[in-house]
Nanobody, 116 residues
Framework: QVQLVESGGGLVQAGESLSLSCAAS?????????MGWYRQAPGKQRELVAE???????NLADFVKGRFAISRGNAKNTVYLQMNSLKTEDTAVYYC?????????WGQGTQVTVSS
């Protein structure tokens, strides 16, 4: 069973930066193909923010292109989300997702709050 532990959330002002990290561990973590970040704001559906494959291919949502960057650690079982030029609408709970088709795992979520 893969466990995902997220860290790095917090409260920042608009225009500032924040970095999130997610580390995967446990049986099966060596077979992770894709890691990514989703977010869910109050009253809204969970949406993709960014994802990255084990080969380094990335996919970013249009609303974060040019502001956010996703990367994976050397051990391939850690993913980072660098968030720059944060906006109030980026306020949400950010969830790490990892796994492979047919076997996905989720982190517990970390709150990101951007004040004006």
């Amino acid at each position: 069973q893969v466990q995902l532990v997220e860290s790095g959330g917090g409260l920042v002002q608009a225009g500032e930066s924040l970095s999130l990290s997610c580390a995967a561990s446990g049986a099966g973590s060596e077979r992770i193909f894709l890691m990514g970040w989703y977010r869910q704001a109050p009253g809204k559906q969970r949406e993709l923010v960014a994802e990255i494959t084990s080969g380094g291919s990335t996919n970013l949502a249009d609303f974060v292109k040019g502001r956010f960057a996703i990367s994976r650690g050397n051990a391939k079982n850690t993913v980072y989300l660098q968030m720059n030029s944060l906006k109030t609408e980026d306020t949400a709970v950010y969830y790490c997702k990892a796994g492979r088709p047919g076997r996905w795992y989720w982190g517990q979520g970390t709150q990101v709050t951007v004040s004006s």
